[in-house]
């Protein structure tokens, strides 16, 4: 099996000589982060976190994303925490980019390497290390878990991308592929986190609009994604915000497969009120 490479931030501070002009676009519609402006000035510090930072990429706010918050983080050795979830309605999925994390989860100890995946249901006792010599770069996708009458709550799961074998797409021949770490058919589950695989020359053959919203971090490759009215090149390392209903389709630019990192609220009917 092809051995997987994820892309990680590592910080630093552009010199003095560089452009300003980016990459970035925050419309109502969508969000472009490149890879490049995830800079030491823009990390966090969170409560109860020792030797960490964060890279806040989403978070619910006006505007912006409504049903999630997701973040790139970074544990030197020796770090992590004890306390790392304060919402006990939260549950969370973590994806491992680079190094290994330490995860005891319901007292039971799991060292998750690159491809390392956990899902977090909320309550969950929880605690996150680096016990090794090199720092570890991994996503936390957070959401409030909602609850359904007559269903109990997600079971934790624990897993590797290289353990899964893909789902390719309908009439693609395997050029669009999906690897899912949670059984679909699982409606105690409100959120999915996948991986989306494109050969090069693979599409998404029409311009999807649907009630799920959606983070995408790239995780390897380029391509060319139709976000709204616009075309946007991204690659390894870019995170984009797709607002509910926003337009989108995409190829993958080549040489090698374009993959991403997929977030979506799914299983649950539709609020008829704002904000409750």
């Known amino acids: ?42 990390a966090s510090r969170l409560p109860h976190w020792d030797g960490t930072r964060a890279w806040i990429l989403a978070r619910p706010m006006t505007g912006f994303a409504e049903t999630f918050s997701q973040m790139i983080m970074e544990v030197a050795p020796g770090g ?18 680079e190094g290994a994390l330490d995860l005891t989860l319901g007292g039971e100890r799991h060292v998750l390497g690159p491809g390392g995946f956990a899902y977090l249901p909320p309550g969950a006792d929880w605690h996150a290390a680096n016990s090794g010599g090199d720092a570890v770069r991994f996503h936390w996708i957070r959401k409030a878990y909602e609850p359904v009458e007559g269903l109990d709550a997600p079971d934790p799961l624990i897993g590797n991308e290289a353990e899964i074998a893909p789902d390719p797409m309908p009439r693609t021949d395997g050029a669009w592929a999906t690897t899912r770490f949670v059984d679909p058919d699982d409606v105690r589950h409100d959120m999915a986190v996948t991986i989306v695989t494109f050969q090069p020359g693979g599409v998404i053959p029409f311009e999807e609009t ?9 995780l390897e490759g380029k391509g060319v994604y ?51």
């Open 226 to 276: 139709k976000l709204n009215q616009d075309w946007v090149e991204v690659e390894a390392g870019d995170f984009m915000w797709l607002r509910a209903f926003c337009p989108q389709a995409c190829y993958a630019a080549g040489p090698g497969p374009f993959r991403y990192l997929l977030y979506k609220d799914v299983n649950r009917l539709p609020k008829l009120r704002l904000g409750g």
């Open 1 to 42: 099996m092809t051995e997987r490479r994820y892309h990680a931030p590592r910080g630093s501070l552009p010199g003095q000589e560089q452009l300003l002009t980016g990459r970035s676009v925050f419309t109502e519609a969508y969000a472009v982060i490149p890879g490049s402006v995830m800079t030491d000035i823009v």
């Open 80 to 97: 992590g925490s004890g306390r790392p979830e304060p919402d006990p309605g939260a549950e969370g999925a973590l994806f491992v980019l």
């Open 210 to 218: 649907h009630v799920m919203e959606h983070g995408l971090y790239v």
